[in-house]
């Protein structure tokens, strides 16, 4: 049954690889390998997009545009989780990818242990910071009193499910890295259809509004991490069978070789994460200064981009997956191809997506706003986030190599470069001079396109391949 529902879906992602095998721009082989991997990776976004997604369509249809003000600058708090997290998660698929790759197996749940260890050590203190702080930390980004209100509510409950992402990151890369993507598919997209119907429950059934949309966050949360835990000590679940990770007893102790490898690698990906998703501190503070109509629409055009930018996190992983097992066996030049192939695949897919919203921005922004002084903003909004997503996509295609050797520092200058010489001065210039709210789709533009030529040129250099020296098993 999963299978025939997700049919779709892959097929749509093999057959664009194939067309471009037919036109002689990548391998057969190699984009059926990419599309193997992808696929599941993509399916988890759409889902884990959708329901933050309808977490804002649910809040929104509950409570006004007031509550989506509110979510939306809850978002980056929230997503610092993701940020550390998630750096942590990346150097854990370099080194798992790697060693998997060589045949060190034994080596594998070392990494897996120690970089759960530094997960918790270095998210926990934010849960608790952010928990106890929510409203002071949602009033320096917000404006509007009932929006700021809300928005702390909705941060005092879902900071406590921010350890519980973190783990489910490291979990999930570890088994990408050895190229198992579809168990991190199930566990991760079945968290997040559990987190979609405990909301509609808890929002409209039991009336608890953007508090029940956190609790439900929570507990999805939870849930996916026990499944994983399971999962990764066993060496299986039921109804997926043997995973290509396990945990034994012998992985369960503190490495130190491995714990200074994973910062080289995870802290300018964490630096790089804090800077491209914590850009939105600064960015939502220069946002408000347009008013809530434009905050709310600016919030849903995000979300939008965030659901379009869903088949990057698939192919970036991909290509991290497979050029890793690639380096780690000394072939260069076939991760190069890999790297390559994943990243001209990569941008097909957004094109195709891009193009398909864009012509439907108008029925796309009225599934979450019909407010007429707030839907005309949200449809320009939303047709600029589809010039900037294929941009975004270049970053995520070249990124994934660039991850998987290690040589992580090239995308932190990037997103640092964007953020600080051309997104806020853009959208600050737009709230405070006539240039008005094209300062904030300028905002989206130099968001991903400065990025993208600083990735995307380090990734054509070609040096990643001797940085990963410095990384693979002996």
Known sequence: MLDTLL??????????????????LVST?????????????????VARMSQSTADVAMVGTALGTAAIAGVGYATPFWLLAFMVGGGIAGGTLSLVSQRFGAGRRDAIGGAVTTSAALALAAVVPLAAAVG?????????????????????????VAALGMPFAALNLVASRALVGAGDAKTPMLARAGGAVLNIGLNAWLIFGADLGVVGAAVGTVVSSVAVTAVFSWGLLRGRLPGVGRLPVQIGRAAVRWDATTARQLVQIATPLALTNLVQTGG?????AVVSLFGPEVVAAFVVALRIRDLMNTPGWGFGLA?????????????????????????RIAVAVYVLAATAVFAFAGPVSRLFVSDPAVLPTTVALVRVTCVSVVLWG????????????????????????????????????????????????????????????????RFRSGRWKLVSRAYRPA
């Open 394 to 457: 270049v970053v995520t295609g070249a990124k994934g190599p660039l991850r998987a050797s290690g040589d992580t520092r090239w995308p932190l200058v990037g997103h640092v470069a964007a953020l600080v010489g051309f997104v806020l001065p853009a959208a600050y210039l737009g709230a405070t001079t006539a240039l008005g709210v094209a300062g904030l789709g300028l905002a989206l533009l130099l968001e991903t396109g400065v990025p993208a030529a600083v990735t995307y040129a």
């Open 280 to 284: 939105q501190f600064p960015l939502m």
């Open 319 to 343: 290509s991290s997956s497979l050029v890793g097992r690639s380096l780690g066996t000394g072939r260069e030049g076939e991760a190069g191809a890999y790297a390559r192939d994943a990243l």
């Open 29 to 45: 082989r190699r984009a059926r390998r990419v599309s193997d991997l992808a696929w599941p990776r993509i399916v988890t976004g």
């Open 7 to 24: 049919a779709p879906i892959r097929l749509a992602v093999d057959r664009v690889g194939l067309v471009l095998a037919s036109l002689g």
């Open 132 to 156: 106890v702080f929510a409203e002071p930390l949602i009033g320096l980004l917000g404006s509007g009193g009932e929006a700021v209100a809300l928005g702390a509510a909705y941060l005092r």
